[in-house]
């Protein structure tokens, strides 16, 4: 049997702080304790052969001439291409991959595979892994170039700068990435599935990529690089859905800084209107919420949230709810804390 290394990496929530990381804007999402475990095997050959366990799926390329392939193969592939661009001296691996985040929740289960095959890939060649940001740039390339979804780089940074009770207050300007406690007491945040999956993958018309490009509109309509040098008032002049696009980015900016000041007073009330806050503006002015979805945030405050918004992508995917100690969050929901950022095992 040849070296064996296994890697871990986690699932993201995003408390809040959304569509803003490819608007150069800010976010506080924290990784998760579910997340994508790759148990990666020394072959001695060039080939390498990946078994997909949830899928019940398997691939097979060379290292030396990785060709594209659709769905769950391209993050593989895309992940051993890129290393191996950076100058990475791959070997020939059998990988394992098993995964307790479910897929398109928008809790991130993509990120997490790419961090964890990278890991895995880089540890099995006795590579050191660069720095955060630049591995959490170069997995995003494996989503933009091989996967085919045009998203920024919230989750990745998440899934590798996780720490236990804390959140991140990423500046994706700066790309700056600060702790801040999250501390919940008595309190709790749920996930719970909206029932419709999400996908931010695909042609140019899916809804993630269609909301990407009508940001980059709104910055050439106002004649700034990103939605970050935007006001309120700039933005009035803009032509409708681009002016609801920009006046998303800008609040939630805002409403990042309020959280974290809310958080440093432990007004967990306040941090509940914040989420519903943010719910609204991502429904009405980015518009990415589903019946599905708003089936779900209503569940979540009837059963007593204090506050509920979807997370990640839109479209889909879990809703988030924060709930104080004297209600009950539904059954099927799903308790997150933060957990600890992709490491080796
Ligand atoms: C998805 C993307 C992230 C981010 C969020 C929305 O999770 O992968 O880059 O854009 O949507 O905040």
Not at 168 to 195: A, H, I, K, N, Q
Not at 214 to 239: F, H, K, N, Q
Not at 253 to 261: A, D, F
Not at 309 to 324: C, K, N, S
């Amino acid at each position: 049997m040849g070296d064996l290394v296994t890697a871990f990496a986690p699932g993201r929530v995003n408390l809040i702080g959304e569509h803003t990381d490819y608007n150069e804007g800010l976010a506080l999402p924290f990784a998760i304790t579910e997340g994508v475990t790759v148990v990666a095997e020394a072959t001695g050959d060039r080939r390498v052969r990946v078994h997909a366990v949830d899928l019940g799926a398997h691939d097979d390329f060379d290292l030396d001439r990785i060709e594209r392939a659709p769905g769950w193969r391209a993050f593989a592939r895309g992940a051993a291409a890129e290393l191996t661009a950076t100058g990475a001296r791959l070997v020939g691996a059998r990988l394992r991959i098993t995964g307790t985040v479910p897929r398109g929740s928008g809790l991130s289960s993509s990120a997490a595979l790419e961090v964890a095959l990278c890991l895995a890939l880089l540890a099995l060649a006795h590579e050191d892994p660069p720095p955060d940001i630049e591995l959490a740039r170069l997995c995003s390339r494996v989503e933009n170039e091989w996967v085919g979804a045009q998203t920024g780089l919230l989750d990745q940074v998440a899934s590798l700068c996780g720490e236990p009770e804390r959140a991140l207050r990423v500046d994706f300007r700066s790309l700056e990435v600060s702790p801040v406690p999250l501390e919940l007491g008595d309190w709790s945040l749920v996930t719970l599935d909206s029932g419709e999956s999400h996908a931010n993958a695909g042609d140019a018309e899916n809804g993630y990529n269609r909301r990407r490009a009508e940001c980059r509109e709104a910055c050439e309509a106002l004649g700034v690089d990103s939605l970050r040098d935007v006001t309120p008032e700039m933005a009035a002049g803009l032509p409708w859905p681009l002016r609801g696009r920009a006046e998303h980015v800008i609040s939630d900016n805002e409403r990042v800084e309020q959280t974290i000041g809310a958080l440093a007073e432990r007004d967990l009330r306040a941090v509940g209107e914040l989420l519903n806050a943010s719910h609204a503006s991502l429904r009405d002015c980015f518009e990415i919420s589903t019946d599905a979805v708003e089936a779900a945030v209503e569940r979540l405050r009837d059963a007593g949230a204090s506050g509920a918004r979807l997370v990640g992508g839109g479209f889909g995917g879990h809703v988030l709810g924060l709930f104080p100690p004297d209600a009950r969050p539904p059954e099927d929901a799903l308790e997150v804390e933060p957990g600890p950022g992709a490491h080796l095992r």
